[in-house]
């Protein structure tokens, strides 16, 4: 009897230890969402986070504003800083000039100093005779006030410049990579197809002219890699690729049709990540190294461009330039809205960041970019790729909470801050005008 007892109460506890087990709720799935940190904006175009410990965000609206996220999630009334009056005149339409990227100085927490790249009005002259320049690219430090809240405005610098045919294609990134010197990106001059004052003749003949394939003449159509801890304006590190050659010593990679933003990741290798608008038929993400030929206008992505047509690939062209650089291939690919195969998703790819913040583990280590648009409409969408050691990196769209089908939105670009965590900056316009801009945070939903 007392056996049984006893047996009868162990079986009693053990269901009631199974019933505690099952009544334990399941785990909640982290689902990817989008949670707005800043509105009334104009054209967000770019997002830098300083190091110095002050968990703010600065947000550079195209029409030449910088503003601030303080620590404590509200916007600063007063921009910090306003280059609007040194900048060319914008087009409310639509425009890929004006106030286009900050980043700011590895020491800034001492040193107070930062960089700002905007398109100003142009020099005289012009490209060719009977033709003047449409802007010049403009790369300036400024440092900050006392109090840090707002820029000194008579501290400008001017650190390097150039002469920009057309009106789009302009690039605009700045930022420092992890060896401590600033990189540029510059569009290749503007226009499609390469046609058009600016396009200097270039080693491949089947495709008339066109700067992202010219390392002599000028700087569009490239990466560029300077130090400005050195030299006056600035100094070229000795390890630049064309450093000693009658290439121009800045360049650290080329063959790009217009570079709008890249961003260095935070973590692993820090490895370099460009997305390269394409013209109609292929949008490319690029794994940038020193000295790397991307290959425009030769290709576009992985594929033959042909100026004569651009909506028909030629059928062959070469795997290398006249020095042996290999053209590299992109990372990932997207078809273009304009491509008669069909299956195009984007007019414009942005280039985004290697997710590396906590609020998402599923996401650590993708990289997070987007499209402006799927078809000329304000209904962008988000993509996640996964990294691959060879090939193409496979990618997926990313599912929002709030946003199940796109977002309603344009989105200008792809910022990330000193944590890791990334943001998405829309506006409801193609161009820089009203007051539809947005920056939104990617956010994990239960």
Known sequence: MKFLASLTGMLILLAAMGCKK???????????????????????????????????????D????IRVVQADGTLAATPFIDLSSKMVTL??????????????????????????FYTAPPHSG???????????????????????????????????????PQGNHNG?????????????????GGNKDDVGPGHVDD???????????????????????IDVNSGSPYGIPSDNPFVGTAAKGEIYAYGFRNPYRFSFDMGGTHQ??????????????DLVTKGGNYGWNVREGAHCFNTDNDLQERSGCPTADTAGKPLIDPIIELVNAANPKGGGVAVTIVGGNVYRGDSLPNLQGRYIFGIFSQDGQPNARIYSAQSATSGMWPWSELKLKSFPDNLGMFVKSIGQDQDGEIYVLTSGQAGPSGTTGKVFKLVGRR
Do not use: C
């Open 91 to 116: 087009n409310g339409s639509y425009d890929e000039r004006g106030l286009l990227g900050l980043a700011f100085h590895p020491d800034f927490k001492n040193n107070g100093t930062f960089y700002v």
């Open 272 to 285: 370099l990540l460009a997305g390269d608008a394409g013209q109609s038929l292929y949008e490319e993400i």
């Open 203 to 225: 080693w491949y003949k089947d495709n008339a002219g066109g700067n992202g394939q010219d390392i002599y003449s000028n700087l569009l159509g490239n990466i560029l890699r």
């Open 172 to 188: 605009g990134t700045v930022a420092f990579g992890p060896d401590g010197y600033l990189y540029i990106s510059i569009g290749d």
């Open 62 to 65: 195209q029409v030449g504003k």
């Open 22 to 60: 099952n009544d334990k709720p399941p785990t909640t799935h982290i689902t990817p969402d989008l949670q707005m940190v800043a509105d009334n904006l104009v054209s967000p175009v770019a997002l830098a986070s300083p190091p110095d410990n002050s968990k703010r965000l600065f947000i550079v």
């Open 126 to 164: 012009g490209p060719q005779p009977g033709s003047g320049w449409d802007n010049l690219t403009r790369i300036s430090a400024f440092k900050v006030t006392a109090d840090g809240n707002s820029a000194d405005m008579g501290s400008e610098r001017v650190i390097l410049e150039e002469d920009h």
